[in-house]
């Protein structure tokens, strides 16, 4: 197999909302899916709290480790909403107005009670970045380097990675197959170990359940080499079946 | 006000089905509400690969900087349950059976198909390690230090909460307030900046929603002083009313 290049990304989530309880998190899981389509793996997450020197000291580690870095939350018109600032400093640049997302915020708040200091506050960037379209809603993402600025609010989150698709560079995707057997996984924990080992480039992740008085296990194997994933996925099959585990394709 | 000593802890959730997206994480959640009710804050969290290297580089940072550090996930029976292995890397110990561990798992499988090697790593413990009791299922939690290992199965993880309630020395308990109201957060954003700028100690939240075709936010107050709490929230309800929103108390 011919070993290509990795992409990865980190993902910040910004907001006492989410350390207190209050909220629960959707962004993770969207944003994880959305990346491995762009062939770039989601590597590492951070949760930090409203605060300017845990957003820099995040920043600058993560961005340095990886191609890419995502941050959700912060990007609001409120006091609480310090996003852009903790960013500019941590890139030691200054926060500008950017005059498209300016003009974006006058006409989107024409019809709804007029532009304000608050809302204007949506327009700061940290100098040079360029901005993410939010079709949403009117204040825009941003794009500073290789980080990408997002909203909290998943649904606008969302709008902006669907304006994002297919402009970062990615490499193969990571593919997954799944099976799933009514076993104890710690009845079958040497075997997958064994044929994982056996399969260079492939995981093999086991996801233990409990349904209709049974336990189970769905085994999922990731791999970027569909033929490799396919040879483990049988090897699975066939050492399961061997011990008297029938699998089921696709899970249970 | 008297300034009482905060206790703050971190939260490592292992496991490559978080950043895949294959699985919505629950803990974040229950274990930052468990938290607060020991007069403990959450202030970090992080999400890391089932990856050896990553998991000690998280634990050795996060152990230090804060009271207590709970992970999540990686202590089952399979090959790809790294936690115990990695935390024993980050703290130099040895990795140990621990015989009432190791008594559990026995009793607990006895009529569940008995004991094999991958049950009984379930009983491995960093050496010097305590048990946490799982009243759901056979293997126990484990404590190393200011260390607490938990599962990443969300039930059997709140089971385990369930049997440290109380025994964690904590702060006073952060409290919170919330009202709700029929306003653009991005109208009041000046306001909530200044109230809770008189106010020390409090934070206020501002969580905007869209409902019934008309868009409003709640605004969550947190302090450890119910007095300046109260006085918080009696100063923004009026500073609402005064400029013609009308709040209600407990959000909308």
């Not at 590597?43 to 600058?60: G, L, P, S, T, Y």
């Not at 709804?112 to 939010?134: C, E, F, K, S």
């Not at 809603?137 to 990408?148: D, E, L, Q, T, V």
Request: negative net charge; charged residues 20%.
């Amino acid at each position: 197999m011919t070993q290509n290049r990795i992409y990865t990304a980190a993902l910040i989530i910004i907001g006492d909302e989410i350390l207190s309880g209050r909220t629960q998190d959707k962004n993770i899981g969207q944003i994880a899916l959305w990346l491995n389509i762009q062939g770039i793996r989601l590597k590492e997450v951070r949760v930090v709290a409203d605060d300017q020197d845990a957003i820099v000291e995040a920043v600058n580690i993560l961005r340095a480790r990886h191609d890419y870095l995502f941050t959700t939350g912060g990007i609001g018109p409120t006091h609480d909403d310090i996003t852009v600032d903790a960013i500019a400093a941590a890139l030691g640049v200054e926060v500008v107005i950017h005059p498209e997302a300016s003009a974006v915020l006058h006409q989107y708040y024409e019809s709804r009670g007029g532009i304000n200091p608050g809302r204007l506050r949506m327009a700061r960037v940290p100098d040079g970045a360029d901005l993410i379209p939010n079709k949403m809603s009117g204040a825009p993402g941003i794009r500073a380097g290789n980080i990408f600025i997002m909203a909290g609010v998943p649904h606008i989150t969302a709008g902006m990675l669907d304006a994002l698709t297919g402009t970062l560079e990615g490499g193969a995707p990571l593919l997954s197959r799944q099976i799933g057997c009514w076993v104890a996984e710690s009845e079958v924990a040497d075997l997958l170990g064994k044929i994982e080992k056996a399969h260079e480039g492939c995981q093999i992740g086991s996801y233990p359940f409990f349904r209709e008085g049974k336990v189970g296990a769905n085994f999922v194997v990731r791999s970027v080499d569909d033929r490799i994933l396919d040879q483990c996925i049988s090897a699975l099959q066939a050492g399961l079946a061997e011990i008297g585990y029938p699998t089921v394709g696709g899970g249970i």
